[in-house]
């Protein structure tokens, strides 16, 4: 009981801890904005930004049982429904890089000949961003969601591709040949040896791949469909709405935070056999 009090108490001090810089930067921008030193046009304060938020958040019409459940009505408000259709699209697009990028990433670790028959190619393409690839994107697919989701599977994948191919090929020599002193084929070797030493690699790309596919739906948003966080916030920029414009970005924000915060805990949780990781 001490123990887990103790732990709270760390965790709740942490937690504090990194509010103190954002909570002092909103009040020094709210003190700015009710000075008059900038034109709420330009820059509103964090309280509109915050009333906007929540007219954003909240459902668009009043609740009617005879039309709708309590549940759908919840769910019915702006910045829900933009966010489900972003999260679809970064679900969607990452589970395509990933299921493409991890069976490549391995092979490519495990074998020098085909590492260097594909590793020229792909370091031409790695470094080309995504958001190049929008206007064939667009030609390809036309608008909606299928261009969308090609350009953060495009997003998601090389991170992924990268790291595996490190973890494999930079397992210690010495797992290897002790292996091998065992007696262990190759199949064993890869599956018993090289793919459990790679999994911190393999989740580090994951983690930074889900980050890339998040920035990159934006942008595609922006672009190719009609709903989602970023097309609310250039319809916001059309009409000159610098609260919803900011309040879009905040919510970009926190669901980035969300999502890394989870897939921080996820690493740890598979990597808890890891040395030098705590519980």
């Known amino acids: 009981m001490l123990n887990s009090l103790k732990i709270f108490a760390q965790k709740w001090r942490a937690m504090t801890t990194g509010m103190i810089v954002p909570f002092i930067l909103i009040t020094l ?65 990452f589970v395509i890089g990933a299921a493409l990028a991890l069976p490549l990433g391995l092979t490519m670790g495990a074998s020098q000949r085909v590492y260097a028959w594909l590793n020229p190619l792909l370091q031409v393409l790695r470094p080309i961003p995504p958001i190049a690839y929008i206007p064939l994107s667009i030609l390809w697919f036309g608008l909606g969601n299928p261009p969308a989701i090609f350009l953060i599977a495009l997003g998601a994948f090389f991170p992924i591709l990268m790291n595996t191919i490190a973890g494999v090929r930079q397992v210690d020599s010495i797992y290897i040949r002790a292996a091998r002193n065992l007696g262990a084929n190759q199949t064993t070797l890869f599956l018993r040896v090289m793919l459990p030493a790679s999994v911190p690699y393999i989740l580090s790309g994951v983690r930074i791949g889900v980050g890339t596919a998040f920035i990159v739906v934006i942008v595609s948003e922006m672009i190719a469909v009609n709903n989602g966080l970023g097309f609310r916030i250039l319809e916001a920029r059309e009409y000159f709405w610098s609260d919803k414009i900011i309040a879009g970005m905040l919510s970009i924000g926190l669901l980035g935070l969300a999502i890394d915060v989870a897939m921080n805990k996820l690493n740890n949780y598979l990597l808890r056999w890891h040395r030098g990781l705590e519980n």
């Open 29 to 93: 921008w709210q003190w700015v904005a009710s000075m008059g030193w900038v034109n709420p046009q330009i820059l509103p304060s964090p309280l509109a930004v915050a009333k906007k938020w929540l007219e954003y958040a909240l459902p668009l019409e009043v609740y009617d049982a005879t039309t709708m459940s309590y549940f759908a009505w919840l769910f019915s408000g702006e910045l829900i429904r933009d966010t489900m259709g972003s999260m679809y699209r970064v679900l969607v697009g």
